[in-house]
């Protein structure tokens, strides 16, 4: 089900049909950098991924994680969507793109898109970012949103600790 659609992008809902590209997506060596190694080794693993942690968010909050695809061909990406974490107050703007679409501008423009989305939509007041200090991509896209370094946080299930703008 298509969500948004900017000037060159169409974002919409994952399915269990798209376990292909987020198991390529999810083991890109950046994603296992900067997010984590989820342990998906094959489509079927993609795909109970996809099952237990992407698309309940959808039923639970209305969003969440969503697969961005080109306006010209459908290829898809990466994924852009707002995340609510139980252990952070707020919901939150997540992305990761293919490494060869990267520096393109998508990232800002489904990121932007998703924010807006997010405010008008679902009314939401604050949105904050969280990102590996190390990540400098993601930083200074946090930044170019408008969102500012706040402090360091701890999130279950990762070692270091990440960075909160907000």
């Known amino acids: 089900m298509k969500i948004l659609e900017t000037d060159r992008l169409i974002l919409r809902c994952l399915t269990t049909a798209d376990a292909a590209f987020m198991l390529k997506l999810m083991n890109e060596p950046d994603f296992h950098r900067f997010v984590g190694d989820r342990g998906l080794r094959t489509t079927d693993d993609a795909a109970t991924y996809l099952l237990e942690k992407i698309l309940p968010s959808y039923a639970r909050f209305g969003f969440g994680f ?65 990102t590996a200090p190390d990540n400098q991509i993601s930083i200074r896209l946090l930044e170019k949103l408008g969102l500012r370094f706040e402090k360091s946080i701890q999130l279950p299930g990762f070692g270091a600790e990440s960075l909160l703008f907000g």
Not at 77 to 92: A, F, N, P, S, Y
Not at 106 to 121: C, P, Q, T
């Open 66 to 130: 969503y697969r961005v695809e080109l306006k010209s061909d459908g290829s898809p990406i990466g994924m852009c969507g707002l995340v609510k974490r139980e252990t952070l107050e707020w919901v939150d703007v997540g992305f990761a793109f293919l490494e060869s679409f990267r520096g393109k501008g998508y990232a800002f423009e489904s990121a932007k898109a998703v924010m807006d989305y997010g405010r008008n939509v679902f009314h939401l007041q604050r949105i904050v970012g969280v």
